[in-house]
C-alpha cells in the first residue's frame, strides 16, 4: 500500500498566500476536491494543470512537483526544528 504524501510546497505556498483550497482551485479551472487530492499527495495532475498551477504560485513545475523537499513529513520538519534548537544553543555559552 502507498501512502499518500502531502506535496509541501503547494501546501505552504498557499498557506502563505492566504488562500483556501477553493480559492486556487477556481483560480486555476479544477474542482476543490480535485486541487485537495493533488495537494494532498492522492492524485498527480494532467500537464496542463502542473503548468496553471505553478504559473498561479509563480514557481517552476520541477519546483512544485518533482523537488525533493516538496513531500517532507511533518515529523521530519519536527527534527530538523529540534536540530536547530540543539545548534542554537550550543552556540550560546
Known amino acids: ?13 498557499r498557506i502563505e498566500r492566504g488562500l483556501t483550497q477553493r480559492e486556487v482551485a477556481e483560480a486555476v479551472g479544477i474542482s476543490q476536491s480535485a486541487y485537495a487530492m493533488i495537494e494532498g499527495g492522492h492524485r498527480h495532475p494532467r500537464k496542463a494543470i ?22 517532507e513529513t511533518q515529523y ?9 534548537d540543539e545548534n542554537s ?3 550560546h555559552p
Open 1 to 13: 500500500m502507498v501512502i499518500p504524501m502531502r506535496n509541501e510546497k503547494m501546501y505552504r505556498l
Open 76 to 84: 521530519e520538519d519536527e527534527l530538523d526544528a529540534e536540530r536547530d
Open 89 to 91: 544553543d550550543s552556540n
Open 50 to 71: 502542473e503548468k496553471k498551477l505553478a504559473d498561479f504560485f509563480g514557481v517552476t513545475v520541477d519546483e512544485l512537483f518533482f523537488a525533493e523537499n516538496n513531500h
